[in-house]
């Protein structure tokens, strides 16, 4: 298989990947927003989470197949969610808050686009750069 054709089948896998933790991101921030009534960014803060975690397990295993360290690979997407985090945070709370007052869900949209993209090149290009199809198949 060309490098192009992998690369492009490892873009997909991604992709399915993301919308799958992007559901998991909506629904348990859903839960939280609509049933638990906790602080917007609290929950926001807590759906990301478990958005990570299940992204990341997934893509190391099936889309980058790598062998790498897994509490290295782990810091490295920890370092990108300490700057995107705090981020995403600010400008949710600013973008929901009175003085803009966007609806919650366009700006976890927004948002949630603007992760897949920086974290898809930040995984490829950082957290699994060279140890892409190292694992054992």
């Given at each position: 298989?060309?490098?192009?054709?992998?690369?492009?089948?490892?873009?997909?896998?991604?992709?399915?990947?993301?919308?799958?933790?992007?559901?998991?991101?909506?629904?348990?921030?859903?839960?939280?927003?609509?049933?638990?009534?906790?602080?917007?960014?609290?929950?926001?803060?807590?759906?990301?989470?478990?958005?990570v975690l299940w992204n990341f397990t997934l893509?190391?295993?099936?889309?980058?197949?790598?062998?790498?360290?897994?509490?290295?690979?782990?810091?490295?997407?920890?370092?990108?969610?300490?700057?995107?985090t705090p981020l995403s945070t600010w400008w949710?709370?600013?973008?929901?808050?009175?003085?803009?007052?966007?609806?919650?869900?366009?700006?976890?949209?927004?948002?949630?686009?603007?992760?897949?993209?920086?974290?898809?090149?930040?995984?490829?290009?950082?957290?699994?750069?060279?140890?892409?199809?190292?694992?054992?198949?």
């Amino acid at each position: 298989m060309t490098e192009a054709k992998k690369e492009f089948l490892r873009s997909v896998k991604f992709a399915l990947f993301s919308v799958s933790a992007g559901i998991i991101q909506v629904l348990s921030f859903t839960f939280f927003e609509e049933v638990l009534h906790i602080t917007h960014w609290v929950s926001y803060l807590a759906s990301l989470s478990l958005s990570v975690l299940w992204n990341f397990t997934l893509n190391r295993k099936f889309t980058f197949h790598s062998a790498s360290n897994v509490p290295i690979a782990m810091l490295k997407v920890a370092g990108f969610y300490l700057v995107f985090t705090p981020l995403s945070t600010w400008w949710t709370a600013v973008l929901t808050g009175s003085k803009v007052g966007l609806n919650e869900y366009v700006v976890l949209i927004g948002t949630m686009l603007i992760n897949f993209v920086s974290e898809y090149l930040f995984q490829r290009f950082v957290v699994f750069k060279n140890s892409i199809d190292t694992a054992k198949k």
